[in-house]
């Protein structure tokens, strides 16, 4: 399969707990992106990267949240003290360079938080 | 900032028929506009990708369209099938290199 893939596909955890969730990018893809979906809205723009250089951050990622690339090729995002307002499917997306090429997502890790 | 919205929020044709999405967003300055699939759950599905020096992309029964000086696109969906069933999402990308979604029409196709 040489699509972006996520893992894992579900997490459920309870408040106060740290998860991290897993993305691997389309190989000869150079960009990144994190996004995050709530029911009945359309995804949100979390932070993305450039190779492995993190370029921009939404507000929406409190400082509980962070997102690393280490060697340019997969990423993790981690969130700290999880809340149930984290509840949410995080999508991943990588693309071949800069914003004039198609962006391809991986299938999402939904998480619960209980 | 840029801002994407999407008229109908949802949608509901019988088998057959022929329909159109829209998507509008405030700022011009895109570098490409892409039409994606969502089922219940799951991950998005590019549809089509429309760059800025484009009017129109289709494939297969889909035809989208770009309008950058107005801001609109629209996706016209010909001879819809209970298959085609899902939220259809709007995205543009902006000039500072990341992709802003529109909130999707929910789309269903009646047997």
């Known amino acids: 399969d040489t699509g972006v893939s996520q893992n894992p596909r579900h997490k459920i955890t309870k408040r106060g707990q740290n998860v991290t969730f897993r993305c691997d990018p389309i190989s000869e893809h150079n960009r990144l992106y994190w996004y995050r979906q709530t029911l009945g809205q359309g995804p949100e723009f979390l932070t993305y990267?450039?190779?492995?250089?993190?370029?921009?951050k939404s507000r929406l990622l409190s400082d509980r949240f962070s997102a690393e690339r280490p060697k340019g090729s997969f990423s993790t995002l981690e969130i700290q003290r999880t809340e149930q307002g984290d509840s949410a499917m995080y999508l991943c997306?990588?693309?071949?360079?800069?914003?004039?090429?198609?962006?391809?997502f991986g299938q999402g890790t939904r998480l619960t938080v209980v | 900032k840029q801002e994407v919205t999407q008229i109908p929020a949802a949608l509901s044709v019988p088998e057959g028929e022929n329909l159109v999405l829209n998507c509008s967003f405030t700022d011009s300055a895109i570098y490409n506009l892409q039409w994606f699939r969502q089922d219940p759950g799951k991950g998005l599905t590019s549809l089509l990708l429309?760059?800025?020096?484009?009017r129109e992309q289709t494939s297969g029964r889909l035809n989208a369209s770009l309008d950058k000086s107005s801001g609109r696109s629209t996706l016209y969906i010909a001879a819809s099938q209970p298959g085609d069933s899902a939220t259809y999402l709007c995205?543009?990308?902006?000039?500072?290199?990341?992709?802003?979604f529109g909130p999707g029409t929910s789309l269903s196709v009646i047997p």
């Open positions: 429309i760059q800025s020096s484009q």
């Open positions: 995205a543009v990308s902006t000039s500072y290199d990341k992709v802003i």
């Open positions: 990267f450039q190779n492995e250089a993190q370029l921009e």
């Open positions: 997306a990588s693309s071949l360079r800069d914003g004039d090429t198609e962006a391809f």
